[in-house]
């Protein structure tokens, strides 16, 4: 069964440019969340799609964005790129059934590290 | 609001010792799932384990094993007879039934042959 897979895995952009990230999550599972790392900051939760509905966003600026596809595959966009917005981006997929409650273990991607000049 | 701390920055052992990773949780939620995860060099992380609020036993998988004690918000791993391919970065993290999973900073263990 093939893992989370994330494209592109490294990218440098230059400050200002904007970014697209792709995650394709394992066959059948229906959320998929993102996450930016970095080391200052650590982990912490950018949004969770399901249903090709965006279910939960954290406290990061409009600047970032994301949606889902049909076949729950996964795009992150970031505009406007700042140096700051360098950081690993992990993918996560899971066996949520329902638009409620996600208790289910997350699968990470490999990430996708962003490098922002 | 979640917290999730984990005070061991960076831990060294030599292969064969025991090591314990803590993990301190702070939530308000009254149900609510904790996790180990493990991020290797290649960087993605690794599910080793979740635990949901209302199950405190113990767990022991091989040589892993995770120490749940809800009255102190603690939830240790500790690897018995290290190996060097343990050599990683463990986070903690809780998820409350908003679904967003709560990371701490992690903790680097360097395992020496």
């Known amino acids: 069964k093939a893992g989370v897979t994330q494209t592109p895995r490294y990218l440098i952009k230059t400050r200002g440019q904007q970014v697209t990230l792709s995650c394709s999550p394992i066959?059948?599972?229906?959320?998929v969340s993102w996450y930016q790392q970095t080391p200052g900051q650590g982990l912490q939760f950018l949004f969770e799609?399901?249903?090709?509905?965006?279910?939960n966003k954290g406290n990061f600026p409009g600047r970032f964005s994301g949606r889902q596809f049909s076949n729950s595959r996964s795009e992150m966009n970031v505009s406007t790129l700042e140096l700051g917005d360098s950081a690993l981006y992990l993918c996560?997929?899971?066996?949520?059934?329902?638009?409620?409650?996600?208790?289910?273990?997350?699968?990470f991607g490999e990430g996708s590290r962003l490098t922002v000049l | 609001a979640q917290k999730v701390t984990q005070a061991q920055t960076e831990i060294s052992v030599v292969e064969k010792e025991d090591v314990t990773l803590d993990c301190v949780y702070e939530?308000?939620?009254?149900?609510?799932?904790l996790f180990w995860y493990k991020q290797p060099p290649s960087g993605e992380l690794v599910f080793l384990i979740r635990r949901n609020s209302f199950d405190e036993q113990n767990e022991i998988s091989g040589r892993y094993s995770w120490n749940f004690q809800k009255s102190t918000s603690s939830f240790n791993f500790t690897i018995t007879a290290s190996q060097v391919v343990d050599s990683a970065v463990y986070f903690c993290a809780v998820r409350s039934n908003t679904g967003k999973l709560i990371f701490g900073q992690g903790t680097t263990l360097q395992v020496k042959p």
């Open positions: 066959s059948g599972h229906r959320s």
């Open positions: 996560a997929s899971s066996l949520k059934t329902t638009a409620g409650e996600n208790t289910g273990e997350l699968f």
């Open positions: 799609y399901f249903s090709e509905t965006q279910r």
């Open positions: 939530t308000r939620d009254t149900t609510y799932y």
